[in-house]
């Protein structure tokens, strides 16, 4: 009774009643059970986990290391992050992390970002493991790092789904060039005048892309629409294609359908890139006056304003069923004075680039075109 009322005053007080030593136990064997269920899920993931403290040190390593680099945990405990990271992976890691650190404390920034790459590891035999790693740091109660958790993720077999993937794209993309090899042969025997010209095109095409800063692969899909961009001239009677005299209107309104017509051939085909949508704009102008939709800039994609200018530049420097070729410098003259109104004025600019700067010819030429003064 003296125990049950001395338990009363002190409620009265505001005195909180102290955790009997049971509860405690309780507390701390439930706190050892968290600690070993988490520890049960970082294992069971499967993924590498690491923290280090702020100098690079391993605090902790989970066991699936052993599974993917060959160390024990006690192993990797002891052996410094740079030896794991191969040489590049590390610099470009530590790069990361510094700029990361940097960012504490500024506006907008929150301080448990996880960034994510990818890098090569080390594994103890002495190859390079793929990973997919990210981060984060571990504060104090201050919101200040004291350590760096980082999760690594095996990608290895990604890597090599992603090669074999990558070698079945580029036997259909080499299956895709030779078809298109074969169209503009096709092209070339029946209309000898076409002969040579779809080539040098694509040729020139392909020279203002990379001045432009085009990627290469982007660079590759354009050469293709370039080497069949007349495609269409197949339904156009032989007899107009080789005629020497100038065209009349019914003619050249029958000349005008071969974009149309190429875009009809090529649509079905599944390339990578827009080759028929570039054959059938590569003769549309800036300002809607080209055929055969009479598109305005905005609507014409840039692989076409780069065959647009490719196809007048070599049509005017070579020989035409009707006239004589009258040289680079002519050509150049027609675009440069039509730019930004019919041309895409840095198109144009990059296709003077590539003759000027880099003595750029025609394939089939002797010798370099001299630009007219």
Not at 283 to 305: N, Q, V
């Amino acid at each position: 009774m003296s125990t049950m009322n001395n338990q009363v005053r002190r409620t009265e007080r505001g005195d909180l009643p102290t955790s009997p030593p049971q509860s405690r136990d309780r507390d701390q064997i439930t706190a050892e059970a968290r600690a070993n269920r988490l520890r049960t899920l970082v294992e069971a993931a499967g993924d590498m986990v690491w923290t280090v403290d702020l100098t690079m040190r391993p605090t902790y390593v989970s066991a699936s290391i052993h599974r993917h680099l060959g160390y024990t945990q006690k192993e990797a405990l002891q052996t410094s992050m740079e030896r794991v990271f191969s040489p590049e992976s590390y610099r470009f890691a530590m790069s990361v992390l510094s700029g990361e650190l940097a960012k504490d404390g500024a506006p907008n920034v929150p301080p448990d970002r996880t960034p994510t790459f990818e890098i090569d590891l080390v594994h103890k035999d002495g190859y390079l493991v793929p990973v997919e790693i990210c981060y984060t740091a571990l504060r104090d109660p201050r919101g200040n790092p004291v350590e760096i958790m980082a999760v690594a993720r095996n990608i290895a077999e990604r890597k090599r789904i992603e090669r074999e993937n990558s070698c079945h794209t580029e036997k259909m993309i080499a299956a895709l060039e030779q078809t298109v090899q074969s169209l503009a042969m096709l092209l070339e025997m029946r209309d000898s005048y076409t002969a040579g010209h779809q080539r040098r095109v694509a040729d020139l095409a392909s020279a203002i892309a990379r001045e432009l800063g085009m990627p290469d692969g982007d660079v590759r899909g354009l050469r293709l629409a370039g080497l069949i961009h007349d495609i269409g001239k197949v339904r156009v009677p032989a007899e107009i294609l080789s005629c020497t005299r100038r065209l009349c209107a019914a003619e050249f309104e029958i000349i005008k359908m071969h974009p149309a017509i190429g875009y009809e051939v090529l649509r079905e085909i599944d390339f990578p890139w827009p080759i028929a949508e570039t054959v059938y704009q590569h003769h549309e102008r800036l300002d809607g006056s080209g055929y055969p939709r009479g598109l305005l800039l905005t609507d014409i994609i840039l692989e076409a304003r780069i065959l647009a200018v490719a196809d007048v530049v070599e049509a005017i420097a070579s020989d035409r069923p009707y006239r004589r070729a009258l040289g680079v410098g002519s050509a150049l003259e027609e675009v440069t004075s039509h730019a930004g109104t019919l041309y895409d004025r840095d198109v144009v600019d990059a296709c003077v680039g590539v003759f000027q700067e880099g003595s750029y010819v025609f394939e089939e030429q002797a010798s370099p075109f001299e630009l007219d003064p």
